[in-house]
């Protein structure tokens, strides 16, 4: 097929959305839930796959505003019904949950409609590009953090949830050190859409930033260069964190050699890193030079793992009736870093929270 996939899309022509896994059911939850996803472009098929492996959720609908690719993804998947309109997502009592997947400048309208529908709630990150109209939603809603689960994946990942846990290994942590280097940049439309590099794409680590420094910040510094595109695709950030620990972040539009990842955590005890994930781990020995694997292509591939174990842990805070692990007060605090970097960066000067 790949009818219905965009510009930017192609690679999924190769990675054929988890097709493997789709056949092979892998994971039970004990609540029976009725979900329905709304935006099938490259996260919402992501999230397709990985929902489809659990046994207990029945995707009932799925929505985009491509007929063709509504369509589409509802045969592949043998979901019932179909629709280019959302809305009529929410006409539908028997559905329990929502995934919102579609471009950032719809999410916060869809959140609050399925608020207003009762149903629970998974919307990919950012929440929306206005850290004013988060702080609105969460005004508005009290009970929102059992409500609603924001999709700070990496969170997820195996690999950042162990560093978590070992942190105290280290000691007292006193340096973060974040790379996150996309392969390539994205269209020039969902650039547009996306509210620039640091509401969608930095957002990943300043959530990361605070997750492992289980702190706030008080200062903030970013520049940036434009390399790839007409937007700010290049940038490094420094964030001091109030309980003293300092994060750098490295954030690129383009590596030319795949998707770079890494973490590292410097402790007064030691230090942890997370290094890039390749594709295989083979290395072949010559004379002359040392070769090895490739770096995992995309998001797709490196964060496999973590859109599973997101959606145990949204599942599990409904059966256990608890706030979900990332929620739209997390939203919020990414979403101010993300200002923060912006008007460094336009005044060229530090931010002090
Ligand atoms: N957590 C992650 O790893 C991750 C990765 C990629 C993207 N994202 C986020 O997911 C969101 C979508 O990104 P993407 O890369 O999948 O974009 P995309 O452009 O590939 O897909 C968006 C899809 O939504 C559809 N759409 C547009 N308006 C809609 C509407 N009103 N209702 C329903 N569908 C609509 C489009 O036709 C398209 O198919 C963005 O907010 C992005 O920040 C998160």
């Known amino acids: 097929m790949n009818a219905g996939l965009k510009p930017g899309q192609e690679h999924f022509r190769f990675f054929p959305l ?22 099938l472009g490259r996260i919402g098929q992501i999230h397709l796959a990985a929902l489809k492996t659990f046994k207990n959720i029945k995707i009932t609908a799925v929505s985009d505003i491509s007929p063709e690719l509504a369509k589409w993804t509802a045969a592949e998947y043998q979901i019932p019904h179909f629709y280019t309109n959302y809305q009529d997502i929410f006409q539908q009592k028997d559905i329990d949950a929502v995934w919102i997947c579609s471009p950032t400048s719809y999410h916060l309208a869809q959140v609050k409609e399925a608020l207003d529908s009762n149903k629970y709630i ?10 004013n109209n988060i702080q609105s939603l969460i005004d508005i809603y009290p009970d929102l953090n059992h409500r609603l689960m924001v999709g700070f994946n990496r969170r997820f990942d195996p690999d950042f949830a162990a560093v978590k846990a070992s942190l105290k290994k280290i000691g007292k942590p006193t340096i973060i050190k974040i790379t996150s280097r996309d392969p390539f940049p994205p269209t020039a439309e969902y650039t547009r859409a996306s509210g620039g590099i640091y509401n969608d794409m930095s957002i990943h680590d300043l959530d990361m930033a605070r997750f492992i420094s289980e702190s706030e910040a008080e200062q903030v510094i970013a520049v940036g260069s434009k390399n790839y595109t007409d937007d700010t695709d290049t940038t490094l950030i420094t ?38 994930k390749k594709i295989n781990h083979l290395t072949f020995y010559s004379e002359n030079s040392l070769e090895s694997s490739v770096l995992e292509p995309f998001f797709l591939e490196r964060y496999k793992d973590s859109y599973i174990e997101e959606i145990k842990a949204f599942i599990t805070s409904i059966q256990e009736k608890k706030e979900f692990p990332s929620t739209g007060e997390d939203a919020l605090k990414a979403s101010i870093l993300a200002d923060a970097c912006e008007k460094s960066l336009e005044q060229k000067k530090i931010i002090f929270l």
């Open 18 to 39: 988890h097709k493997k896994d789709t056949n092979k059911t892998i994971h039970t939850v004990d609540t029976i839930l009725k979900i329905a996803v709304i935006g």
């Open 122 to 131: 998974f919307c990919e990150k950012p929440l929306d590009k206005d850290s």
């Open 239 to 276: 964030i001091k964190f109030k309980n003293g620990i300092i994060c750098n972040i490295d954030n690129s539009r383009k590596a030319s050699y795949g998707y770079d990842q890494r973490l590292e955590i410097l402790g007064d005890k030691g230090m942890i890193s997370v290094e890039n």
